[in-house]
């Protein structure tokens, strides 16, 4: 079936470092989905990309489909970008998505 | 704009009872999802309606679970004879559309704890 890898399974920074995420994906999927989750909290829709770089704030999602990866670039790290990163793609031809495992960053100050 | 609502947002039963959970999707917007979170599972998904109607529900257990859509302001997952193992986070999402490429966004989930 199709999959969702995503690395590294944690990172650990000091604040003002860079975070790079790593996803990649099985399936020829023609868009994805990155979303951010505290510890307890909702599930937070970061970037929604059918493919190409979006940009928000210090965050940089980059997707190439026809590659099958895609990656999300963290600026200049905070403590508040502490918590657990996932990539998501529809499977198949479906709007149900299939989860990585997720990213948990943790930046200490 | 509230967002997807959920409640509760814990529940605790015990084994055997039965569990009745809700989602109130984000207004206007026409497709409801299930998924469930576990430690060791990740997020799975469950089932989907699209204009209430039921489109996939590949991911239910086949027995003890149902879902339910009947008007646009809500959706109900049961889950009846409740067992340790379906001890989870529960999240119900809502996109406008249902469609491949329409975005999806979350509520905050219920905690299931089952004793």
């Known amino acids: 079936g199709q999959q969702v890898q995503q690395s590294p399974a944690s990172l650990v920074l000091q604040e003002g470092e860079n975070a790079e995420l790593q996803c990649n994906f099985s399936?020829?999927?023609?868009?994805l989905q990155w979303f951010y989750q505290h510890p307890g909290g909702r599930l937070v829709s970061l970037f929604y990309?059918?493919?190409g770089t979006k940009h928000t704030g210090r965050l940089t999602s980059t997707t190439v489909t026809n590659e099958r990866r895609s990656s999300l670039h963290i600026s200049s790290s905070q403590t508040t970008d502490s918590g657990t990163y996932f990539c998501?793609?529809?499977?198949?031809?479906?709007?149900?998505?299939?989860f990585g495992e997720g990213t948990k960053l943790t930046v200490s100050s | 704009n509230a967002g997807v609502i959920q409640t509760p947002r814990h529940k605790v039963t015990g084994k055997g009872q039965e569990a009745t959970l809700w989602c109130e999707p984000i207004?206007?917007?026409?497709?409801v999802f299930w998924y469930r979170q576990t430690i060791v599972q990740g997020l799975e998904f469950l089932t989907y309606?699209?204009?209430?109607?039921?489109?996939?529900d590949s991911g239910m257990p086949k027995e003890r679970f149902s879902a339910q859509m009947p008007n646009q302001s809500h959706s109900t997952l049961k889950i009846q004879s409740t067992q340790p193992q379906d001890s989870a986070v529960y999240l119900c999402?809502?996109?406008?559309?249902?469609?491949?490429?329409?975005?999806?966004?979350f509520g905050p989930g219920t905690r299931l704890t089952v004793l």
């Open positions: 207004s206007g917007h026409s497709a």
């Open positions: 309606f699209r204009n209430q109607a039921p489109i996939d």
């Open positions: 990309n059918p493919s």
């Open positions: 998501a793609i529809p499977q198949g031809g479906s709007a149900k998505l299939i």
């Open positions: 999402a809502s996109s406008s559309s249902g469609g491949y490429y329409a975005e999806q966004f």
């Open positions: 399936s020829t999927a023609t868009r």
